[in-house]
């Protein structure tokens, strides 16, 4: 059995809303107590419909927001930044892409500051030798040196993308959480942009929290999937168990509302028309 | 992609000369910001060689020619080329004086006040809670008074002059400032790119003023721009009430103050020609901070 990289034990984050001049405070418990582990170089799908609460869990494994209560370990230490400052060795561990990838890029920054920044705040290198790691990255994932000098709006959505990834990999994070990162894209973009993730996966070792509501795309990539419904996690296994035998109620109605698109499904579709008609 | 070519043909100096250029090459797509560039750059030479370039003394007071019309006029001298005023000092003269003390204002006035509002306001922005109440309140009741009243009743503490004056006019337009970086820093925190500096482990100061601020310029500089000509206009208005510039001073407001009496008199030089500058230096201004807008803003720009 290889390493756990990521562990959550009972993670759990209550938002406080209201309050005001004219109205009760009321508590919103966004994350119910959620546990899990992540074993090095597999992919955990966090599944669940709009408000679940998964991407709030997104923003708590990758130390932007303090959960509640709880343990989160990484790597097997406990961290709560709650608590105790964020150090650069830690913010190395874990780094995060968003969804929609037109948000997250500086529009004032070139490309070539975006992929500098992280290295410039947390390691000693060089200006010449940041450049270079960035323009190396700028190959991997699929862009060229002479993007380096451009800015974000010259960029398409995919191609933004792929810069974003770019930028959360330069600190050769062990963990990457990504916040439905393909969902703002096309069709054809969105697989290439799956493939390029699972390319860099299988090159750099890296570790994945998939966040996603789509599950054609969690059947491609996860490995795991854990399944939410208003902030608790109703089914949580192995992709095959998960996608083959579903224990859950939710899960089970999940399923049935994918949209199917095997010729035996369209034939069956396309009879039941006929029958009625 | 299959891209051979490494760096080829591909600039990566990113040198203080490269993005000079790369700025001059969209600023002079503007051609009415090159105008006004032009003009405002003729004017700060004209006020630095002021001594030089002006034909008389800017107090020198000649007896023998009162209310001369300008040159092309009837009666015009020549030696008075815009003519002269009601105890005889040359208009062109004052003018050209008058550059350095309005140009003075303006630089000083916006820049006191640009400083400040950008820096509280970044910071009411980016803190919010307790801190954000506690100065916008305080904002608030600035914003409330007049502001020629609010800037008399500090001018009135301090002391009249025309230092005190400047000082009481950018505390005056400080809360401008202050409203608009608050605005545009609340809307831009929250984007996913201040997340992702964050995550990359970017302090609060450098969030604050190296990722979100140069996200907010644009909003500032037209309100710079537009302070720069409200600076002038309201030192001119505190140096008629007695409290800025002093009478001898050829600051372009107290002259068109002094030549209040001449509105619907024939000499018509005396009022208009120092309105006239104000006009011309308040328009070439506002051209360049279009300018500047349209060049800082990288939306803009045409790849």
Redesign the interface.
Known sequence: MSEIVLEGRNIVRDYHVGGGLFSAAKTVHAVKGVSFKLEKGKTLAIVGESGCGKSTLGRIL???DPQTSGELLIDGKAINIARDR?T?EM?RK???I?Q?PY??????Q?I?EVLG??LL??TNKTAAER?ELA?QML?KV?????H????P??FSGGQRQRI?IA?ALM?SPSLLVLDEPVSALDLSVQAQVLNLLADLQDEFNLTYVFISHDLSVVRYIADEVMVMYYGEVVEYGTRDEVFSNPQHAYTKTLFAATPKSDVDSIRARIAAKKAAA | MSETTVHGGVSTDSSLRRRLAEFWYYFSENRGAVIGLVFFLLLVLVAILAPWIAPHGPADQYRDAVLLPPVWQERGNASYLLGTDAVGRDILSRLIYGARYSLFIGVIVTSIALVGGIVIGVVAGYFRGWVDTLIMRLMDIILAFPSLLLALVLVAVLGPGLINAMIAIALVFQPHFVRLTRAAVMSEKTRDYVIASKVAGASHLRLMFKTILPNCTAPLIVQATLSFSNAILDAAALGFLGYGAQPPTPEWGTMLADAREFISSGQWWVVTLPGVAILVTVLAINLVGDGLRDALDPKLKRS
Not at chain 1, 142 to 146: H, N, S, Y
């Open positions: 990758t130390l932007i964020v650069s913010r874990v780094q995060i968003f929609n948000g997250s890029l500086n529009p004032r070139k070539g920044e992280p705040l947390n450049r323009m190959v699929g862009l060229g040196p002479e380096y000098n451009r800015y709006h010259m974003a930028r600190l």
